[in-house]
């Protein structure tokens, strides 16, 4: 079946532009100047509204395993909330443990995901024991299952953490065959001790989550780091979830020197503090409990982080979507802040508040696209088939309206989460209508996709390298 998107604005990334998109099948083939198109295709009328490629979100954690209990939201449930937030492919993270076989950790997540999905969907692959033989299926993984990025952990000693040695070594692997090393770059014994000492004074509350997390220890990782993958002969370094000023310099200056290295940051540290949400009375900030953590208001983080999204320091917004319920799943910390699941959901809110830093002149329409859908396509290669609108591409695209309004709650939101960490949060925007592969799925509030169309994706390389 054609579909015409009629009267709308195309953002690409390098700018919005009037334009009419035709769809056949699953494929957007053709862009038009206004009144070219031919007649006879079904008509979605895009007049007011910007046409954007279905957003991409580089980093998802669906039902993973963490601090005794699971995240909340199944394959099924998140995949349905991002889609109706404008979401149209997901990347997540398989698993391997410490002692596991790789490949079987990706069996696994396949076995949660397939027949599950609402939207297209990938994997990375964490390696939680970097050993000869999660060595020789990296290779593997590269060259028959299209998983090209593989995340090793800084912190967590005893559960993922990688040693530098270790690190090093899947970063030589890496840069063999081509694959992204993502990092989750905080030094773990170095917070362990800071915690240890925190909870013998008896400091047990969600903020000290935080401050046993200081924005030091996420710098000298991330500099750990970049320069481990300078001794890989310049492997391609991805840092996940940065949340801090001074990691966010060590990360300018390695692209100053013109090294392989990116990194994200997610909504939450563009927005949200350390005393407003993680200070919040009682127990209450364990709904805010991430890692890296929220920073403080009384520094510069915020405004840095959308300084970096403005140069290109920081390429990607991810959301980092690892939801845990309130009751019975935050509460496993009650006493003890380190027992709180690491966490926080954004999954179906995460276009919405890029958009409205563009509302507020933080971003430009062109580098929210960017942000969204266009670089974490190229940064994990899935680019062009997501993340552009263009002849060939999946018709994965948004009718966004910068007329309608988002209020995000509890009550409206499709997470499985008893709490919101965005509640009563008003967005000056709103996701009208969303076609996943030339299917509309989510149109005018009203949801009509279903799990299991959603397919697997197998990535290429990143095209993304200086």
């Given amino acids: 079946m054609s579909l015409l998107i009629k009267g709308g604005t195309v953002v690409a990334p390098t700018g919005p532009i009037t334009a009419d998109v035709l769809v056949d099948g699953e494929t957007i083939v053709a862009i038009f100047a206004p009144g070219q198109a031919p007649e006879g295709p079904e008509v979605i009328d895009a007049t007011g509204k910007y046409v954007i490629p279905g957003a991409v979100d ?108 270790q690190i090093l070594r899947a970063m030589q692997k890496a840069r063999d065959n081509g694959a992204m090393i993502m990092m989750h770059a905080e030094n773990g014994p170095a917070i362990d001790v800071l915690v240890k000492q925190a909870l013998e004074r008896g400091e047990t509350d969600p903020i000290h989550h935080g401050l046993t997390r200081p924005q030091e220890l996420e710098a000298e990782a991330t500099s750990r780091a970049i320069w481990l993958a300078s001794v890989a002969a310049d492997c391609p370094l991805y840092i996940v979830h940065l949340s801090a000023s001074k990691a966010l310099e060590q990360v300018a200056e390695a692209r100053n020197r013109g090294k392989n290295v990116f990194a994200e940051t997610c909504p939450q540290y563009l927005y949200l503090t350390l005393e407003d949400q993680l200070g919040a009375p009682g127990f209450e900030g364990a709904k805010w409990v991430c890692s890296t953590p929220l920073r403080s208001k009384h520094e510069t983080h915020r405004a840095d982080l959308w300084q970096g999204l403005r140069t290109n320091d920081l390429s990607v917004v991810s959301t980092d979507h690892c939801p845990f319920c309130f009751k019975d799943q935050k509460e496993l910390g009650l006493g003890d802040f380190s027992k709180i699941p690491n966490g926080i959901g954004s999954v179906e809110h995460r276009v919405d508040l890029l958009y409205q830093g563009v509302v507020d002149g933080k971003l430009s329409l062109g580098r929210w696209v960017e942000t969204i859908a266009t670089t974490p396509a190229r940064m994990f290669g899935l680019y062009p088939k997501k993340g552009i609108i263009a002849p060939g591409s999946d018709a994965d695209i948004v009718l966004y309206d910068p007329n309608g309004r988002t209020r995000i709650s509890v009550e409206t939101h499709h997470m499985n989460m008893d709490h919101s960490a965005w509640e009563g949060w008003e967005i000056d925007g709103r996701v009208d209508t969303v076609l996943s592969r030339g299917e509309v799925i989510a149109s005018g509030g009203e949801y009509t996709g279903r799990a299991g169309r959603g397919r697997y994706l197998k990535r290429g390389l990143s095209d993304y390298l200086i």
């Fill in 58 to 165: 580089a980093h998802t954690h669906m039902e993973l395993p963490f601090g005794g209990t699971h995240a909340s939201d199944t394959f099924d449930t998140g995949t349905r909330a991002a889609a109706i937030g404008g979401t149209t492919t997901i990347i997540d993270f398989a698993v391997q443990r410490y002692g596991e076989v790789v490949q079987d950790g990706l069996a696994a997540w396949h076995g949660k995901a397939e027949g599950n999905c609402h939207i297209d969907y990938a994997f990375h692959q964490i390696l939680g024991g970097v050993d000869d033989e999660s060595l020789k299926a990296m290779d593997y993984l590269v060259n028959n299952e299209g998983i090209t990025s593989f995340k090793l952990f800084m912190a967590y000693p005893g559960v993922f953490y990688s040693d530098d040695g």
